[in-house]
């Protein structure tokens, strides 16, 4: 454990790439399994306890600790882990902590009554280093910036390999990947993957730059397609068997049962998930009901249908075709759907456009009308390539939508900001009342912060905990993606991706948005 | 408790002085040597004669009309009241302001730590019915180490990384002078080399009679000079283009905020050292017993909590909120 811990300092506080690298691949070169398979997992985020939880850890810290002065103590840390870990009144103990292993069984085997005993126990007898190792792992939110990528890029550093073989067998293979250090240590042969559980990393766009971009770009080399408003997924069927990634590896087929369930033919395809009747895409929101569930109810399977809205394919049935220019896969990809003809898999369909200007239009067009996200641009003559190359693929999002709203309560921060009032609650005028259409924290200097902050101090009608009502006087400017209509608000409308543009310290709350005016943003479906 | 002699701001009644006042007055007594407490531009200044020589260091010869020099310990009487001051241990020639009229014991910790410090007097413990304490770190988050696991932990980093300079961000008055007796006192016996901004006061220090053992500027080494070595400058300087100059630098932070990782990261701190010049959290709470105030009076910090707390203990309490105190919390020490 406290090798972990040490390795764990180091990743949060080394700003440097390689030196991280470094530290990771010393850790898995010299730690047993099966300890190091276990950290693999913890730092790639594919460890998980059914029954330690962030809840359960408050739970055992508030037995301890007064709960007031723990919440003051975590509005100004801002990391629940940490909190805990700095938090922990007990210190001694002289028994070292157990191994990575034994851990990862204790938490396992230790029936749920007896676990705050044991994670008591633990916490006492830990270091501060480890005491906070210690939390982040069972809490499972590490935050400390290290992505999965960077910890397979130190196994390929350690062993040699190729990073891209160490991801195509990532998916098929699970903690405490003794098989993996066998091959990466020359034990071994590569684990044998079955080929439709095998991710396939994906090809990602740029943001356009509109000034220098924009025109170096001609329909005769890029081919344009709707920005969907939903989410990327890698399709895998093979052999009867369907795989469902998202973008970041996540294997979600369980929650998609409508959609693998109905799949035809062999092929990986890339697209977007979307939600909705007879390929009519639905708003985001609907969509977000269906995630982050492990499973679907059948409820929502009847009310909120998935589908694929597929742009690209990476294999035609067992053959890669990644290496291939775009024109060629989309011709592969167009003769598969209409050789297997398919109940939840149709198109993208490919926008005609001649200049700047024209997709200009179309793009502010489909925006308003649609509630379409932007457009894409594809170099026609481009491979597929994992990661996210320059020149080859381009994002034009839509222009944010803007409107004034008036500022109604504030919200203590977190961590630096933890003194000052930076989270905001919004609304706009419902007859003579205002009601909250949003909630937004703001990148503002630390001058307007400040300002900001006075003004809520002097200008609050009511506390409740650390928020703050106040008089409803202050005109935000705030911009939007698009907005949809919602249950959870008072007033009807939730937006997407708001974000505080500026303080309109000038204008009177009268001039701020109508109720009325916000139910034009939102598209008819 | 009866109507307190002291008033909220920090005047003391009777004598008409403040204390640590932030805007210029015609008497002052004056706790310790930072800037937030420290100013210039006040009539007659009232300290102890370490932090007067600081005082003037920092600020010039005439940076107060007068001064009177207070020895630790020794009473001053003045229209029926007393006055003294006692060791805070926060940093050298630091104060408690003592005080007594009409039966009533008021103490002014200013900043203090009760931790031992071979570059500050000894903290003394003041018994009192008002306590006005400070609570830079009043969280219970804040449990410091014991600075020497810190020191080892720098040490440890230093001969890991021989290649790299290790620059280590210190206020320069107090902090600076306890982190190279800190790392004297753990063996540490090889050149210190300093930021221009601290060569001055730890001159001082040493006039003063604290060791501070071999110290050189960092300016006009040469940047392979460096490699190896230990570098003391301003935290200002650590993150800017200054330690540039230095070899491939480890940039450390010796704070009291540094407990926090997520902070540290933020700021770009490589090695955290979890170093303070004030109380933490239970010698917070130890030393408001062991003083036995049954009111207490809280002027910086985090104040919220220690209020809270000591009114769960069925104390007066209440936070003063002298902001002048509290410009920027990461510079407050
Ligand atoms: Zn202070
Ligand atoms: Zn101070």
Not at chain 1, 223 to 236: P, S
Not at chain 1, 376 to 385: E, F, H
Not at chain 2, 97 to 103: A, I, K, N, Q, T
């Given at each position: 454990?406290?090798?972990?811990?040490?390795?764990?300092?180091?990743?949060?506080?080394?700003?440097?790439?390689?030196?991280k690298i470094?530290?990771l691949?010393?850790?898995?070169?010299?730690?047993?399994?099966?300890?190091?398979?276990y950290?693999l997992?913890i730092?790639?985020?594919?460890?998980s306890?059914?029954n330690?939880?962030p809840?359960?850890?408050?739970?055992t810290?508030l037995?301890?600790v007064?709960?007031h002065?723990?919440?003051?103590?975590y509005?100004?840390?801002g990391?629940?882990?940490?909190t805990?870990a700095?938090?922990?009144?007990?210190h001694?103990?002289?028994?070292?902590l157990p191994?990575?292993a034994?851990?990862v069984?204790?938490?396992t085997i230790?029936?749920?009554?007896k676990?705050?005993g044991?994670?008591?126990?633990l916490?006492t007898r830990?270091?501060?280093?480890?005491?906070?190792?210690?939390?982040?792992?069972t809490?499972?939110a590490?935050?400390?910036?290290?992505?999965?990528?960077?910890?397979k890029?130190?196994?390929?550093?350690?062993?040699?390999r190729?990073?891209?073989?160490?991801?195509?067998v990532?998916h098929g293979?699970?903690?405490p990947?003794s098989?993996?250090?066998?091959?990466?240590?020359g034990?071994?042969?590569?684990?044998?993957?079955?080929?439709a559980?095998r991710?396939?990393?994906?090809?990602?766009?740029?943001?356009?730059?509109?000034?220098?971009?924009?025109?170096?770009?001609?329909?005769?080399?890029?081919?344009?397609?709707?920005?969907?408003?939903g989410?990327?997924?890698?399709?895998i069927?093979s052999g009867g068997?369907?795989?469902?990634?998202?973008?970041?590896?996540?294997?979600?087929?369980?929650?998609?049962?409508?959609?693998?369930d109905?799949?035809?033919?062999?092929?990986v395809l890339d697209?977007?998930?979307?939600?909705?009747?007879d390929?009519?895409?639905?708003?985001?929101n609907?969509?977000?009901?269906r995630?982050?569930r492990?499973?679907?109810?059948?409820k929502?399977i009847?009310?909120?249908?998935a589908f694929?809205?597929?742009?690209?394919?990476?294999?035609?049935?067992?053959?890669?075709?990644r290496?291939?220019p775009?024109?060629?896969?989309?011709?592969?990809?167009e003769?598969?759907?209409?050789r297997?003809?398919?109940?939840?898999?149709d198109?993208s369909p490919?926008?005609?456009?001649?200049?700047?200007?024209?997709l200009?239009?179309i793009r502010?067009?489909?925006a308003?009308?649609?509630?379409?996200?932007?457009?894409?641009?594809?170099l026609?003559?481009?491979?597929?390539?994992?990661?996210?190359?320059?020149g080859?693929?381009?994002?034009?999002?839509?222009?944010p939508?803007?409107?004034d709203?008036v500022l109604?309560?504030?919200?203590r921060?977190?961590?630096k900001r933890?003194?000052f009032?930076?989270?905001?609650?919004f609304?706009?005028?419902?007859?003579?009342?205002i009601v909250?259409v949003?909630?937004?924290?703001?990148?503002?200097?630390?001058?307007?912060?400040k300002e900001l902050?006075?003004w809520?101090?002097?200008?609050?009608i009511?506390?409740f905990?650390?928020v703050?009502?106040?008089?409803?006087?202050?005109?935000f400017?705030?911009?939007?993606?698009?907005a949809?209509?919602?249950?959870?608000?008072k007033s009807?409308v939730a937006l997407?991706?708001?974000?505080i543009?500026?303080?309109?310290w000038d204008?009177?709350?009268?001039?701020a948005?109508?109720?009325?005016?916000?139910?034009a943003?939102?598209?008819a479906? | 408790m009866a109507?307190?002699?002291?008033?909220r701001?920090?005047?003391?009644?009777?004598?008409?002085?403040?204390?640590?006042?932030?805007?210029?007055?015609?008497?002052?007594?004056?706790?310790?040597g930072?800037?937030d407490?420290?100013?210039?531009?006040?009539g007659?200044?009232?300290a102890?004669?370490d932090?007067?020589a600081?005082?003037?260091t920092?600020?010039?010869?005439d940076?107060?009309?007068?001064?009177?020099?207070l020895p630790?310990?020794?009473?001053?009487e003045?229209?029926?009241?007393?006055i003294?001051?006692?060791?805070a241990?926060?940093?050298?020639?630091?104060?408690?302001v003592?005080?007594?009229?009409g039966?009533?014991?008021i103490?002014?910790?200013?900043d203090?730590k009760?931790?031992?410090?071979?570059?500050?007097?000894?903290?003394?413990l003041?018994?009192?019915?008002?306590l006005v304490?400070?609570?830079?770190?009043?969280?219970?988050?804040?449990?410091?180490?014991?600075?020497?696991?810190?020191?080892?932990?720098?040490?440890?980093s230093?001969?890991?990384?021989?290649?790299?300079?290790h620059?280590?961000?210190?206020?320069?008055?107090g902090?600076?002078?306890?982190v190279i007796?800190?790392?004297?006192e753990?063996?540490y016996?090889?050149?210190?080399?300093?930021?221009?901004?601290?060569?001055?006061?730890?001159?001082l220090?040493?006039?003063?009679?604290?060791?501070?053992?071999p110290?050189?500027?960092a300016?006009?080494?040469?940047k392979?000079g460096l490699?190896?070595?230990?570098?003391?400058?301003?935290?200002?300087?650590v993150?800017?283009?200054?330690?540039r100059?230095?070899?491939?630098?480890v940039?450390?932070?010796?704070?009291g905020?540094?407990?926090?990782?997520q902070?540290?990261?933020q700021?770009g701190?490589e090695?955290?050292?979890?170093?303070?010049d004030?109380?933490?959290?239970n010698?917070?709470r130890?030393?408001v017993?062991e003083t036995r105030?049954?009111?207490?009076?809280?002027?910086?910090g985090?104040?919220?909590?220690?209020?809270?707390?000591?009114?769960?203990?069925g104390l007066?309490?209440?936070?003063l909120?002298?902001?002048?105190?509290?410009d920027?919390?990461?510079d407050?020490?």
């Amino acid at each position: 454990m406290k090798a972990f811990a040490q390795l764990l300092e180091i990743l949060a506080l080394t700003p440097s790439r390689n030196r991280k690298i470094e530290a990771l691949s010393r850790y898995f070169a010299t730690t047993p399994d099966p300890d190091r398979g276990y950290a693999l997992a913890i730092l790639t985020g594919a460890m998980s306890f059914k029954n330690v939880k962030p809840a359960l850890l408050k739970e055992t810290v508030l037995a301890e600790v007064d709960p007031h002065l723990f919440a003051l103590s975590y509005d100004y840390v801002g990391d629940l882990g940490e909190t805990i870990a700095l938090i922990w009144p007990h210190h001694g103990g002289t028994e070292e902590l157990p191994s990575l292993a034994e851990l990862v069984e204790l938490f396992t085997i230790t029936p749920k009554p007896k676990l705050p005993g044991l994670i008591g126990s633990l916490l006492t007898r830990a270091e501060i280093n480890e005491r906070w190792a210690l939390v982040k792992m069972t809490t499972g939110a590490l935050r400390i910036g290290l992505s999965a990528r960077l910890a397979k890029t130190a196994l390929a550093d350690m062993s040699g390999r190729d990073l891209q073989a160490i991801e195509e067998v990532w998916h098929g293979i699970s903690m405490p990947y003794s098989e993996l250090f066998d091959w990466l240590e020359g034990r071994s042969d590569r684990p044998d993957i079955d080929h439709a559980a095998r991710f396939h990393p994906m090809m990602l766009s740029n943001p356009i730059d509109e000034a220098r971009d924009l025109p170096a770009l001609s329909p005769a080399d890029y081919a344009a397609e709707w920005k969907w408003d939903g989410i990327r997924v890698q399709l895998i069927a093979s052999g009867g068997r369907v795989s469902l990634f998202s973008r970041t590896g996540d294997d979600i087929a369980n929650a998609f049962p409508d959609v693998v369930d109905r799949v035809f033919g062999d092929a990986v395809l890339d697209g977007e998930l979307l939600v909705g009747r007879d390929f009519v895409p639905a708003t985001f929101n609907d969509l977000q009901q269906r995630l982050n569930r492990k499973t679907a109810s059948a409820k929502h399977i009847a009310e909120l249908p998935a589908f694929i809205r597929a742009y690209d394919m990476l294999f035609d049935g067992a053959e890669d075709i990644r290496a291939l220019p775009w024109t060629e896969r989309r011709a592969r990809l167009e003769a598969f759907l209409s050789r297997e003809k398919q109940h939840v898999i149709d198109i993208s369909p490919v926008i005609d456009w001649s200049d700047a200007e024209m997709l200009a239009a179309i793009r502010r067009r489909g925006a308003d009308e649609e509630g379409h996200e932007g457009v894409m641009l594809k170099l026609r003559s481009s491979p597929y390539v994992p990661g996210r190359p320059k020149g080859l693929w381009y994002k034009w999002k839509r222009d944010p939508n803007v409107v004034d709203t008036v500022l109604m309560y504030a919200q203590r921060g977190h961590g630096k900001r933890s003194s000052f009032y930076s989270d905001y609650t919004f609304g706009v005028w419902k007859g003579n009342e205002i009601v909250p259409v949003g909630k937004a924290y703001f990148g503002f200097t630390d001058a307007e912060l400040k300002e900001l902050d006075r003004w809520i101090r002097n200008n609050t009608i009511a506390s409740f905990g650390p928020v703050r009502e106040v008089r409803k006087e202050l005109v935000f400017e705030v911009a939007f993606d698009s907005a949809q209509t919602s249950n959870r608000h008072k007033s009807g409308v939730a937006l997407r991706f708001p974000r505080i543009n500026r303080i309109r310290w000038d204008k009177p709350a009268g001039e701020a948005a109508t109720i009325d005016e916000m139910l034009a943003f939102i598209p008819a479906s | 408790m009866a109507q307190p002699f002291l008033d909220r701001d920090l005047r003391v009644r009777p004598i008409d002085a403040y204390i640590d006042p932030p805007v210029p007055r015609e008497r002052a007594i004056i706790t310790h040597g930072h800037g937030d407490h420290a100013r210039s531009g006040h009539g007659a200044v009232l300290a102890t004669p370490d932090t007067i020589a600081i005082m003037k260091t920092r600020y010039g010869e005439d940076c107060a009309r007068t001064f009177q020099p207070l020895p630790y310990g020794e009473v001053l009487e003045m229209d029926g009241m007393r006055i003294s001051l006692h060791p805070a241990g926060h940093i050298l020639g630091s104060a408690q302001v003592l005080m007594e009229f009409g039966g009533q014991r008021i103490v002014v910790t200013g900043d203090y730590k009760r931790l031992p410090d071979r570059t500050a007097q000894p903290f003394e413990l003041l018994e009192c019915d008002l306590l006005v304490t400070e609570a830079t770190f009043g969280l219970p988050v804040f449990q410091h180490p014991d600075p020497a696991l810190e020191i080892r932990r720098l040490l440890a980093s230093v001969a890991a990384y021989p290649s790299r300079a290790h620059v280590i961000g210190c206020y320069a008055l107090g902090k600076a002078q306890r982190v190279i007796s800190l790392l004297r006192e753990g063996g540490y016996d090889a050149p210190i080399y300093l930021h221009g901004a601290m060569i001055r006061l730890c001159a001082l220090y040493e006039e003063l009679g604290i060791p501070l053992g071999p110290l050189l500027p960092a300016l006009d080494v040469p940047k392979a000079g460096l490699e190896g070595r230990i570098v003391i400058a301003p935290p200002s300087a650590v993150k800017d283009r200054w330690s540039r100059r230095l070899p491939d630098p480890v940039l450390a932070v010796a704070s009291g905020w540094m407990s926090v990782k997520q902070r540290a990261r933020q700021s770009g701190v490589e090695l955290p050292l979890v170093i303070s010049d004030h109380v933490d959290w239970n010698e917070l709470r130890q030393t408001v017993a062991e003083t036995r105030a049954q009111t207490v009076w809280v002027t910086h910090g985090r104040e919220d909590a220690l209020v809270y707390y000591c009114q769960q203990q069925g104390l007066a309490a209440e936070p003063l909120n002298i902001t002048a105190y509290d410009d920027g919390p990461e510079d407050v020490e």
